[in-house]
């Protein structure tokens, strides 16, 4: 619609009709929540690579925490197989912290594989 009054002009002709056997409820659409991130972020991001299969989002973070206070850490899966895609992010409060982890764990090996940890670059559109 291009205006409001076209919007309640459509809502009081449409409003209750039946179409196709069905009774249609037009009505004005509620504002969309915001989304929720999946985990918590923080500026100060490290990306894993390189993960072996097991490696779960709780063995990721037990593995860094020792490294400062990690506030959102989460290994990625692929959506059809559930299988883990071999790499996640872990966030830590500050840039002391992500840096000392970047130095300390880069190469290093978790359930069988060298992690490769760099910082995270922003989404690539």
Known sequence: MSSVEDCY?????????????????????DKPKPKEPLYPETDHKLFVGNLSWSVTSESLTKAFQEYGNVVGARVLYDGETGRSRGYGFVCYETRSEMETALESLNGVELEGRAMRVSLAQGKQS
């Open 9 to 29: 002009a459509v809502i009081e002709n449409l409003d209750g009709s039946e179409y196709l056997g069905r009774t249609l409820r037009v009505n004005f659409s």
